[in-house]
């Protein structure tokens, strides 16, 4: 699989690392365990290359997935939460980085 990857990218050319790229963005927001598609980036374009795509990817999409569920899950959530989200939000505007660093590190919640 990966030797069919790997004659696909040479061939594709300068249009290898954009649709990695657009691979990766789809795939984050399909909640695609990350780790798989950033070690093929690193088989398939290098270890520096493939460092340097998989960022540009996982930032894309992970800010396309915010986007998507703060536009399209927002009005779900709220009417479920209704005043415990404002709480929550309140909480997170006055402790944001604190908030969102114990979470990245809770194992309950994963990257993806």
């Given at each position: 699989m990966?030797g069919?990857?790997?004659?696909?990218?040479?061939?594709a050319?300068?249009?290898?690392p954009?649709?990695?790229?657009?691979?990766?963005?789809v795939l984050?927001?399909?909640?695609?365990p990350g780790?798989i598609?950033t070690?093929?980036?690193g088989?398939?374009f290098?270890p520096?290359w493939g460092?340097?795509?998989t960022?540009?990817?996982?930032?894309?999409g992970?800010?396309?997935?915010?986007?998507i569920?703060r536009?399209?899950?927002?009005?779900?959530?709220?009417s479920?939460?209704?005043?415990?989200?404002l709480?929550?939000?309140e909480?997170?505007?006055?402790?944001?980085?604190?908030?969102?660093?114990?979470?990245?590190?809770?194992?309950?919640?994963p990257?993806?």
């Amino acid at each position: 699989m990966i030797g069919g990857l790997e004659s696909w990218v040479d061939s594709a050319g300068s249009f290898a690392p954009v649709a990695f790229i657009l691979a990766y963005v789809v795939l984050t927001i399909l909640l695609f365990p990350g780790s798989i598609a950033t070690v093929a980036s690193g088989v398939l374009f290098g270890p520096v290359w493939g460092s340097v795509l998989t960022v540009i990817g996982a930032t894309i999409g992970a800010t396309a997935a915010f986007a998507i569920a703060r536009h399209l899950g927002r009005e779900r959530v709220h009417s479920r939460l209704g005043p415990r989200l404002l709480r929550f939000d309140e909480s997170l505007t006055r402790t944001g980085f604190i908030s969102v660093l114990i979470l990245r590190l809770l194992p309950i919640a994963p990257f993806n």
